[in-house]
C-alpha cells in the first residue's frame, strides 16, 4: 500500500474541490491532525477513512488507491482524459506525437 500517494491524491482532490482539512475533518468526523498526518503519508489510513474521504468528496475509493492498485488503468485514462480536455487541437496533435513514439519506446524495450 503506498500511503504517501493515497495522502497525495487526498489532498489533491480535497484542494480541487476547495475543501479545507477543517471541511473535510467536520464531513468524516476525523481530526485536523489527523488527516493532514494521512496527508503527508506519516499515518495509515483505515478502510473507514479512505471511505468517507470517497464519499466526502464526491470520488471513489479507486480513485484515491489507483496507485495501490494492479488494475488501475481506467483511473489513469480518466486523469489524462481531464488533462487533454484543456488543451487546444495543435497541443493534442503534439501530445498525440508524443504518444506514439513513447509507444514505440515501450514497445522496443519491454
Given amino acids: 500500500m503506498d500511503y504517501k500517494m493515497l495522502g497525495k491524491r487526498l489532498k489533491e482532490i480535497r484542494k480541487m474541490r476547495d475543501m479545507s482539512q477543517q471541511d473535510l475533518s467536520y464531513e468524516i468526523e476525523y481530526s485536523i491532525p489527523h488527516i ?3 496527508e ?3 499515518t ?3 478502510l ?3 471511505v468517507k474521504a470517497a ?3 464526491g470520488t471513489t475509493t479507486d480513485h484515491l488507491l489507483c496507485d495501490s492498485l494492479e488494475d488501475s488503468g481506467s483511473v489513469y485514462l480518466g486523469e489524462i482524459s481531464q488533462e487533454l480536455e484543456q488543451l487546444d487541437g495543435a497541443q493534442l496533435k503534439i501530445i498525440r506525437r508524443m504518444i506514439r513514439d513513447m509507444k514505440e519506446n515501450l514497445e522496443e524495450n519491454m
Avoid: R
Fill in 40 to 42: 503527508n503519508g506519516s
Fill in 55 to 57: 464519499n466526502a468528496l
Fill in 36 to 38: 493532514s498526518h494521512v
Fill in 44 to 46: 495509515k489510513a483505515s
Fill in 48 to 50: 473507514d477513512f479512505v
